[in-house]
């Protein structure tokens, strides 16, 4: 056993149990991390980071792409991007890994309740929001419509897409798929928009005035889909932005991931935007 | 009233009694000139005349470069840094109150295993001093919490206890102290610092373009300040299997500091002193609203731009002109 003290700056121990290729860069790791992990783990919310350590690499925030299985396996959506990520991806099954949290805020479940859920996911943003997600198909009758809108450059690089589309297609939820750009694609393959996230938000009819809106994207979307949904009538406080920063510690010490007088890791991920209006590097 | 008081004859006997309880540490001189703190191997050594060392005494509890954890064959445990006991004698007041607001950060509501260890084997021996031209503390607060402290009068030492250890060692040198009547202390002026309000006119005060047209970002402010400690982390693997993660200083004057994939937050120069003073003056969550700053006066004698907080300090505090 471990002390209660010592969780938050020690990984259990994890195993990866396999990986899924989702795109050229991108790959769904499923983790199964240590039996004494379990109950830490369990309070995750959908919204909150873990700290992955791949041994010899080092530790890096992820956004669990789903809550914890009954087994508490957890399921990582992970770009190969830096130098712990890129070995992230040459481990082979089987290998040991480490985790640390859940940390940081997630998403205000409880104050969503009974309202519309709009989320706005761009390129690998989609991996927090699918923890969410999938947390309200599976509880639809406590919450209201819930639509994603999920943008990618183009559709090789849009992640999780059949298996969007099939969740849409069972009717829980709207889908509006878009891309930058769509080059050929073979014949009777997947159909989405061509354009960018905000303009397809602008043609888009909602109860602005109970939705609640969930975002995560590259840095240049928060600004002008903000800003859009704004327009719309969605209050700054019920627009949720999921955003990045490189915590080291995830708890609140390295300093890291401040922004303004916010830590992201203690304060965030997960902010509204209202809270973020003064503080000029936070998007 | 009286207190312990120790007279200058004995404090070499004082010292010695200190060694009973660990490593004596204390402000020495280098070959090269630069002030430090350093072990004491002989008492000749300390320089009770020294105004600041360069590098504060937060080294002995966040070291450069410090192992934090160890991992094996998919288990990680965390390290427990082998420190000795070490008694580190003559520090200033604002040097002692870095060390308060360390303990805040690390010992709170999440305590630092490493620094936890390290906080419980050092003692404190505080010192009180004469200010110059870059101190710029207010000199008028009660120390932070010390274990002794000694306040300089005319032929000796007014010994001050607060805490058991303190009070150990106290008991230890009770041959050396006598009891005297305590004198009046002399409060000094100084250019004390407080949170800044209204902090919007910290952030957007027309001085920050002014220093950052002259900043190099070499970080040397942070490196000598008794409260910066974000840090960074490493990790090395051992060639036969298993590894160690190392935290070390981190700067948040370089550019690297606000990398996240694909994206800086803080790319320019003014965002990043910007940066650093709100957290130094504003502070972060959970310490948000703290002032860090000590007025130990080492950032503007190190900066090599002679780049000076107490002009922005003072600029906060005038009122803003009014618009016509």
Redesign the interface.
């Known amino acids: 056993m471990k002390e209660h003290a010592l969780d938050m700056n020690t990984p259990f121990a994890a195993t990866l149990l396999d990986r899924r290729d989702l795109s050229a860069d991108s790959a769904l790791f499923r983790v199964a991390p240590e039996v004494s992990a379990l109950q830490t783990l369990s309070r995750f919310i959908p919204g909150q980071f873990v700290q992955l350590s791949v041994p010899g690499g080092g530790e890096v925030p992820i956004s669990p792409a789903d809550l914890p299985g009954e087994d508490g396996t957890l399921e990582l959506c992970v770009r190969r991007v830096g130098h712990v990520t890129e070995l992230l991806h040459q481990t082979p099954a089987g290998a040991s890994l480490g985790i640390r949290g859940p940390f940081g805020t997630g998403f205000p479940l409880e104050e969503m309740a009974g309202r519309p859920v709009l989320l706005l996911a761009g390129g690998l943003g989609i991996a927090p929001l699918r923890s969410l997600l999938m947390h309200l198909l599976r509880n639809q009758d406590r919450f209201g419509e819930i639509t994603l809108m999920y943008g990618a450059r183009q559709p090789k690089l849009m992640l999780f897409r059949e298996e969007l589309a099939a969740l849409a297609a069972k009717g829980g939820m709207r889908l509006f798929l878009t891309v930058d750009f769509a080059p050929e694609e073979p014949a009777g393959s997947f159909s989405c928009a061509v354009g960018l996230l905000p303009e397809l938000l602008k043609g888009f009819s909602f109860d602005a005035e109970r939705t609640y809106a969930a975002v995560c994207g590259p840095p240049a979307l928060y600004r002008c889909l903000t800003a859009e949904l704004e327009r719309a009538g969605v209050g700054a406080e019920r627009i949720l932005l999921s955003l990045e920063r490189r915590m080291r510690c995830g708890i609140g010490r390295c300093c890291h991931c401040a922004l303004g007088q916010k830590l992201c890791c203690l304060d965030g991920p997960v902010f509204r935007a209202g809270d973020l209006k003064q503080i000029p590097e936070a998007l | 009233m009286e207190k312990a008081f120790l007279k200058n004859t004995l404090l070499s006997e004082f010292l010695e009694t200190l060694r009973l309880f660990g490593e004596l540490h204390g402000p020495t001189v280098s070959d090269t000139g630069v002030a430090a703190f350093s072990p004491l191997d002989h008492t000749s050594d300390l320089r009770l005349d020294y105004q600041r060392t360069q590098i504060p005494p937060k080294k002995y509890l966040i070291p450069f470069r410090e192992e934090?954890?160890h991992?094996s064959?998919?288990?990680?445990?965390?390290n427990h840094p082998q420190v000795p006991e070490i008694i580190l004698f003559g520090i200033h007041p604002c040097d002692l109150d870095g060390i308060a607001y360390l303990d805040r950060?690390?010992l709170g509501d999440?305590?630092?295993?490493c620094y936890a260890d390290r906080r419980a084997r050092l003692t404190l021996v505080g010192i009180s001093c004469e200010p110059d031209d870059f101190c710029f503390c207010s000199g008028s607060r009660e120390p932070a919490p010390f274990d002794l402290f000694l306040t300089a009068r005319e032929e000796g030492y007014e010994v001050s206890v607060s805490s058991v250890k303190g009070e150990t060692i106290a008991d230890a040198a009770k041959d050396l102290l006598v009891l005297a009547p305590t004198a009046e202390s002399s409060r000094r002026a100084g250019c004390s610092i407080t949170a800044q309000d209204p902090q919007?006119r910290f952030?957007d005060n027309p001085l920050w373009e002014k220093f950052a047209a002259t900043c190099v970002s070499c970080g040397a402010c942070s490196v000598c300040c008794p409260t910066c400690?974000?840090?960074?982390?490493?990790?090395y693997?051992a060639l036969a299997g298993?590894?160690t993660?190392l935290?070390e200083w981190?700067n948040?004057l370089f550019v690297t500091?606000?990398?996240?994939?694909?994206?800086n937050?803080?790319v320019s120069r003014l965002?990043r002193l910007r940066?650093r003073f709100?957290?130094k003056y504003?502070?972060?969550?959970?310490l948000?609203g703290m002032t860090s700053c000590v007025g130990c006066g080492r950032c503007k004698k190190v900066c090599p731009v002679d780049i000076d907080l107490r002009e922005l300090i003072e600029s906060c505090r005038k009122p803003t002109p009014e618009r016509p």
């Not at chain 2, 064959?73 to 965390?78: K, L, P, V």
């Not at chain 2, 500091?257 to 994206?263: K, L, M, P, R, T």
């Not at chain 2, 504003?282 to 959970?286: A, D, K, R, S």
């Open positions: 934090i954890l991992y064959e998919g288990n990680y445990w965390q950060v690390f999440r305590p630092d295993p919007l952030s400690y974000c840090f960074d982390v490493r990790e693997p298993g590894g993660r935290r981190d948040c500091h606000g990398e996240v994939a694909g994206a937050f803080r965002d940066y709100l957290h504003c502070g972060f969550t959970p948000q």
